[in-house]
């Protein structure tokens, strides 16, 4: 049984001193994500072609300047500020945030993310100060339920980038006038209070507060840490993989080949399709699962037996639910996914000979048409059939919008529906990222939620308290609403039409930053 490693920063504010006087600072690049987010940045305005040969080549210089140590970062930042010069500032905000969903969301340290949310559990004051600009860091505070930044700026007159950058920046000293700040501002003792970083160009603040934290130091802050015993705790569940975590996936998503083969002689010696199905499907998760080190802590486990056949339905955050779900419900199931995996070579046609029915998202007809060999599968085979309502992986942990065809599929099929909220299969493989990485997954089973009385006029309702049941399970803010049995309320779409009504036009610009070409016009 794989050890988990020590946390002793969690373990530490676990044990903490409640209350809002106490502040928890976390520093953002290298910090809260793994890399820089400025990295990223650049790298996708290259991508996208959106550079010219001056600004690549400007670019270029500057970092090697600062490298040598010729310019320091208010340096850096007028040189980025230049090229800024003229761009609407709404578009950039588009950009990063589009810059988040593509990169900077997968990158979240989800050990940082747990003690953020233990301080805030805690009801520290928590708050991002960085280097870094507005644009980089706020989709991420959000995500993580952080109101207050300070962070570097760009100018800004009338929507619109002027070329120059706003002092002091908030770096070295900035960053101990922007802690002091938020000191004032909520009555915050810094002497009892935290701040995480993983950089001794932030030593100004480190030793302001009373806890500093190095987090996945360099090298000069690790010397520092050890020489004045500040406690260090490192992080790989991010960055760059290693091999074996390569290995790992690759012979992880290549055991689905071997787990169907491995279920073909006893298709051919008893002619049962289904029982060769069965051993395959809880071969491949009991395999997958090994092979990359995911161990599972399931709550209630009873309640993937008890009311068979039904309508499973789970949070999809990573591409390894497949396999913990697998391992989890092991026979007689089937399943729903997009179209576009039906069309890749041996996988598709595996999936489809398990029992998987592929479905065209953005066709909400043809969705409704192809789920009516499910409810025969139900029905007449007994099966039980897997699906994600939110339709999609999500993100981050957060909990997405639910679809309805699951709850369709339940009320046609006159079955129960057993809701499974996995916690935190983003620790193994957040969206967009191809390696899987070892982890303890966290998954409850919630009782069986019966449809017997449900109806067309009431499945709204019904919908949204599923959807706050697993609100609830993963501790996240619940959606209000009226109970089930009563008629949904319509006061919500009066006031979103008043919202929308009362919000500001945006201020025409110079320039624009396309959020998909990414170039400036």
Known sequence: MRVPRPQPHLEEVLASEPGPHIAALFDFDGTIIAGYSATAMLREKFQRREMSVEEIAETANVIAQHSLGNIGFSGVMSAAARFMKGVDEDSFVEFGEELYKKHIARKIYPETRAI?????????????????????????????????????????????????????????????????????????DLDRSYFYSDSDDDIELLERVGKPRP???????????????????????????????????????GSLVGAFAAGLPIWALTRSQREAANFSIGLFGDFATAITGVELEVED?????????????????????????????RRDMGGVGKKEIKDIPILGKLMEWGGTVFVDRADGKSAIKAMEPLVDAIR????SICIAPEGTRTLTPKLGAFKKGAFHLAMQAGVPIVPIVIHNATDVAPKNEFVMRPATVRVTVLPPVDTSKWSVKTLNAHVRDVRNLFLRTLGQEEEEGEAAEATPPKKTARKVAAAKKAAPGKKPATKKLSPRKGRTA
């Open 116 to 188: 953020i949310e233990a301080h805030q559990a805690k009801g520290h004051r928590v708050a991002i100060v960085s280097s870094a600009t507005i644009y980089q860091i706020a989709p991420t505070a959000r995500d993580l339920g952080i109101a207050d930044i300070k962070c570097s700026s760009y100018e800004v007159e009338d929507g619109v980038f002027t070329g120059e950058i706003i002092r002091p920046l908030c770096f070295g000293e900035g960053k101990v006038l922007a802690a002091e700040e938020l000191a004032a501002e909520y009555g915050l």
């Open 301 to 329: 486990e009873k309640h993937l037996w008890s009311a068979r056949p039904c309508v499973f339905i789970f949070n999809h955050q990573s591409k390894a639910d497949v396999m913990i779900l697998a391992k989890l419900i």
């Open 380 to 383: 007449v085979e007994g099966k």
């Open 215 to 253: 987090l996945n130091p360099n090298l000069k802050l690790k010397a520092i840490a050890e020489e004045r015993g500040w406690p260090v705790q490192r992080f790989a569940s991010r960055g760059t993989p290693s091999w074996v975590d390569y290995t790992r996936t690759l012979y992880a998503t």
